[in-house]
């Protein structure tokens, strides 16, 4: 079974300063995604970011970026710039195969607090 | 990304009684639809997964009986709390996918409490 790990409860980052966010996961599977989703007050779930296992060039959106390092089977997020509305809880997630039709695992997610 | 809504939002409910929660795919069919549970300040626990026209799969550890899921067209399938005890009192979270996309879509979830 894939199991997912997130090793920071808490974190917090000063207002435009850079975080990075810890996630490794364990599968003897080769074909697979990773994601960070963002889960605020409202708790709503938003996908951040999405990495697929056979791309070795890391994902990008725009102030997040991913260090995916598939040997070590680590997957990283990096926030840049942080804001205020950063604030939130994120999970790190896999999915087995490339089709929507497969279950996320998740972590058990870091608490993010962006400070002013 | 894709819209997936979900009703209701919140609801209170005497214990013994039933809780019907909806979730609609607004502009893509879902072949398959996910529930999860979310515990306070916890992370979200697969229920089970649904694909159209099937049979529920439950995960281990939820009571098939008790969480009925039907899925019956590509954008809707339904989790019907069955005689609800305040132990069943959660966040209920939803997610569509399907073979033609990489992705799962949320709705807002659903916060039921049970008296």
């Known amino acids: 079974a894939q199991t997912v790990t997130q090793s920071q409860p808490e974190m917090s980052v000063q207002e435009a300063e850079t975080v990075t966010l810890s996630c490794t996961y364990d599968?003897?599977?080769?074909?697979?995604?990773l994601f960070w989703y963002k889960q605020p007050p409202s708790r709503q779930m938003i996908l951040v970011i999405r990495q697929e296992a056979y791309k070795q060039q890391n994902a990008t959106e725009n102030r997040f970026s991913v260090n995916f390092q598939k040997a070590a089977k680590s997957f990283s997020l990096k926030i840049s710039d942080s804001q205020l509305g950063d604030t939130a809880m994120y999970f790190c997630a896999f999915k087995l195969g490339s089709a929507g039709n497969t279950p996320l695992v998740f972590g058990k997610g870091t608490r993010l607090s962006v400070i002013a | 990304g894709a819209v997936v809504s979900q009703h209701p939002s919140r609801v209170i409910c005497k214990s013994g009684t039933s809780v019907k929660i909806e979730c609609r795919s607004l502009?893509?069919?879902?072949?398959?639809m996910f529930w999860y549970r979310q515990f306070p300040k916890q992370s979200l626990m697969l229920m089970a997964t649904?694909?159209?026209?099937?049979?529920?799969?439950?995960e281990q550890g939820v009571e098939k009986d008790k969480f009925l899921i039907n899925h019956a067209s590509l954008t809707l399938s339904t989790l019907t709390v069955t005689s609800a005890h305040p132990e069943d009192s959660s966040f209920y979270i939803c997610?569509?996918?399907?073979?033609?996309?990489?992705?799962?879509?949320f709705g807002p979830g659903t916060r039921l409490t049970v008296l």
């Open positions: 649904s694909n159209e026209g099937s049979k529920a799969t439950y």
């Open positions: 599968t003897s599977e080769s074909n697979y995604y």
């Open positions: 997610s569509a996918g399907g073979v033609s996309t990489d992705t799962q879509y």
């Open positions: 502009d893509f069919q879902a072949t398959t």
